[in-house]
């Protein structure tokens, strides 16, 4: 069974431009969850999609939004992108949606850098 | 509010040599607990978990994992390490009804030859 994909996986952007990244969940998982991880903060949970409904948000300004398709696949975009969003963003699917935990496989995740 | 520390910014040990990475959370109750590892390039992999039972908990690659009640704490051995247990290893728990997972900074683990 193939693991959780995501494209692209290394994107280089400049401030104020617009960035859309892809996850596709393993085959069978429904939810499909969202992280920011940079050396200062660690891991932040960002969103949590399960249905194509979303299930859970983070801490994150408007400028982060999601969503997930009808095949389970889940895209993030990130809009008037800032040098602090500069972070690898991770997406991890599981089989079913909080509050049920279930156990969550990651990709490799998409190197985001804003210059 | 509810917090995972890993003291440990950095470990160094040698091969062969046992290895001890410590985790302390703050909740109330008891949480579900968590180590996962993280290679160079790659995404994170679950080591082991605790929901409840027997508080010694073994993983995966020889790891394995006591939750004390007492300490708060979730720490991860293993008796021999080897050359390739090199990584970052993140402590998280999950709490709370709406069941969202709380990571620490993590602890990068080098391993001498």
């Known amino acids: 069974k193939a693991g959780v994909t995501q494209t692209p996986r290394y994107l280089i952007k400049t401030r104020g431009q617009q960035v859309t990244l892809s996850c596709s969940p393993i085959s069978g998982h429904r939810s499909v969850s969202w992280y920011q991880q940079t050396p200062g903060q660690g891991l932040q949970f960002l969103f949590e999609y399960f249905s194509e409904t979303q299930r859970n948000k983070g801490n994150f300004p408007g400028r982060f939004s999601g969503r997930q398709f009808s095949n389970s696949r889940s895209e993030m975009n990130v809009s008037t992108l800032e040098l602090g969003d500069s972070a690898l963003y991770l997406c991890?699917?599981?089989?079913?949606?909080?509050?049920?935990?279930?156990?969550?496989?990651f990709g490799p995740g998409t190197r985001l850098t804003v210059l | 509010a509810q917090s995972v520390t890993q003291p440990d910014i950095h470990i160094t040990v040698s091969e062969g040599a046992s290895l001890e990475l410590r985790c302390n959370y703050s909740y109330g109750a008891t949480p579900y607990l968590f180590w996962y590892v993280q290679s160079p390039g790659q995404g994170l992999q679950l080591l082991l978990k605790y929901f409840s039972g027997d508080t010694l908990v073994q993983g995966i690659k020889g790891f394995e994992a006591e939750f004390k009640r007492s300490q708060s704490s979730f720490n991860l051995r293993k008796p021999s390490v080897h050359w390739s247990d090199a990584a970052e290893y993140f402590c998280a728990v999950v709490t709370g009804n709406n069941r969202k997972l709380i990571w620490g900074l993590g602890t990068s683990l080098a391993v001498n030859p």
């Open positions: 991890a699917s599981s089989t079913h949606p909080s509050p049920t935990y279930n156990e969550q496989f």
